[in-house]
């Protein structure tokens, strides 16, 4: 039996029982619980580091007011635990489907593009480059829906949104989409996959890049560029 | 050294990712799924937590439409189950803050669900339990909000205290001491109260 109380209150101990310097409590004499009643209540739920537990078992066994503590501390927990649970009304449901059926749900490419990102492991390099590519989708996105706007107005050739100053043919890849120029307007027009397809550091790439400076200042803004050869192949080269 | 997430933990968060990504992707029967795996979490949680059932209803249903508007922002840091709780209990929290909650529909609940108990109890047991419970329903009602959340975490959803503690954003040990000090005012209305000192 210990007695030794590496946990009592304040200014409380065994020997004294409380202020009055006599054992509290009933005819029984039992003594007034003089352990911690947070410590009492983490060890109720199994929440204190096993050296610490054994050391409360051992004062347990010797203090009949901790025990009693104790007991009072697990009748409350027993029938806190006995409350019913309710099961969630119906029209709770029914409220919540009609809710979010009215919500816009998370689209776009910019919100795939994010949930993709989440699996990824996010160390700091890989968070910037990753960062990089949805910022440059959100602009893309951005380019389309402007695109999509200069399809009902008359652009000139030498839109300085497009870069495109003084082109005669341009065809841009975007989001999936391509668009031909085709005088003052932008047409979207329906391509097969390109027969090849090259990253813009590749050397075949850097061939075809090197054949005309206007390729290069269109790269940055576009997903892809495909070219098309007199002979009808197409090649498709990716920033 | 970090430890590695154990094999159970690993695959619950993976599921969690896979049901998240699914509704960012506009499947709408992982909103659905979502839904039946937390209603009755939610539901209860703002049962306790407010006191009023017609009020638990209208609070489930914010925390819901919140979930859904916010779960693209989950990033899988904690178990879903974690998120959802620290949802509901700041949204009550938010909501409760300026009013007390009532005790009288509680009562009437607890009297509704005391009727479904389990009647293989003998009556005069029953009506003391029942009793017991009606009172300490009402009891956890009026504890502060600080103290109820803390016990209702940990009594009545089972939460371990390292749980309750990324619920709640404080540390353990502020965790032990609102549960101990909630489950001692609790006692004292069951009557089951520390023993008391004679006077000098």
Redesign the interface.
């Known amino acids: 039996m210990s007695r030794t109380l590496p946990f009592s209150r304040p200014g409380r101990s065994p020997a004294s029982?409380?202020?009055?310097g006599?054992p509290?409590?009933?005819p029984s004499g039992?003594g007034?619980?003089c352990a911690d009643?947070?410590l009492?209540?983490?060890y109720l739920?199994g929440?204190l580091p096993p050296a610490r537990e054994r050391q409360v078992e051992a004062h347990l066994a010797g203090c009949p007011?901790c025990r009693?503590?104790l007991?009072?501390?697990r009748?409350?927990?027993d029938?806190?635990?006995?409350?019913?649970?309710?099961?969630?009304?119906q029209?709770?449901?029914q409220?919540?489907?009609r809710?979010?059926a009215l919500?816009a749900?998370?689209?776009g490419l910019v919100?795939?593009l994010?949930?993709a990102l989440?699996?990824l492991p996010m160390d700091p390099a890989t968070l910037v480059t990753f960062g990089v590519v949805v910022a440059l989708a959100a602009i893309l996105a951005l380019f389309v829906t402007g695109l999509q706007e200069s399809e009902r107005r008359p652009v000139s050739p030498a839109d300085p949104e497009t870069g495109a100053a003084g082109l005669e043919v341009v065809t841009v890849v975007i989001g999936g989409r391509t668009f031909d120029r085709d005088g003052a307007l932008w047409r979207e027009r329906r391509v097969g996959p390109p027969e090849a397809t090259f990253a813009a550091g590749s050397p075949e790439a850097g061939a075809i890049l090197d054949s005309d400076p206007r390729l290069r200042r269109l790269l940055p803004g576009a997903e892809a560029l495909v070219l098309r050869a007199p002979d009808g192949r197409t090649v498709s080269i990716r920033p | 050294m970090p430890v590695a997430p154990s094999l159970p933990a690993a695959a619950g968060r993976s599921a969690d990712?896979t049901l998240?990504?699914r509704?960012?992707?506009?499947d709408p029967a992982a909103?659905?799924e979502l839904?039946r795996a937390h209603?009755?979490m939610?539901?209860?949680l703002a049962?306790?937590l407010s006191g009023d059932?017609e009020g638990a209803?209208d609070l489930?249903?914010e925390v819901?439409?919140r979930i859904?508007?916010h779960?693209?922002k989950f990033?899988?840091r904690s178990s879903l189950k974690t998120w959802i709780y620290r949802v509901t209990v700041n949204h009550c929290r938010s909501r409760l803050r300026r009013r007390r909650p009532s005790t009288r529909p509680l009562a009437a609940?607890?009297e509704r669900?005391?009727g479904?108990?389990d009647p293989r109890r003998g009556p005069e047991e029953r009506a003391l339990?029942d009793d017991?419970?009606r009172r300490?329903?009402a009891a956890?009602a009026e504890l502060p909000a600080k103290l109820r959340e803390a016990?209702v975490l940990?009594?009545?959803e089972g939460l371990?205290?390292e749980e309750i503690a990324r619920v709640l954003g404080v540390r353990i040990g502020t965790v032990?001491?609102r549960?101990?000090?909630g489950?001692?005012r609790?006692?004292e209305v069951?009557g089951?109260?520390?023993?008391?000192?004679?006077?000098?």
Request: charged share 30%.
């Open positions: 029982g409380g202020r009055s006599r509290a409590g009933g039992v007034a619980a009643p947070e009492l209540s983490a739920d929440e007011g009693a503590e007991d009072g501390l009748a409350v927990v029938h806190l635990r006995r409350l019913e649970r309710a099961a969630p009304p029209v709770l449901g409220a919540v489907a809710r979010v919500e749900r998370p689209r919100a795939r994010e949930a989440r699996r | 990712r998240v990504e509704h960012l992707w506009g909103f659905e839904y209603a009755e939610v539901y209860n049962l306790r059932p209803l489930s249903q819901f439409l859904h508007r779960l693209p990033r899988g609940e607890e669900l005391a479904l108990a339990a017991a419970g300490l329903a956890l016990v940990r009594d009545l371990e205290y032990r001491s549960i101990a000090r489950r001692s609790l006692r069951l089951t109260g520390p023993l008391e000192e004679e006077a000098p």
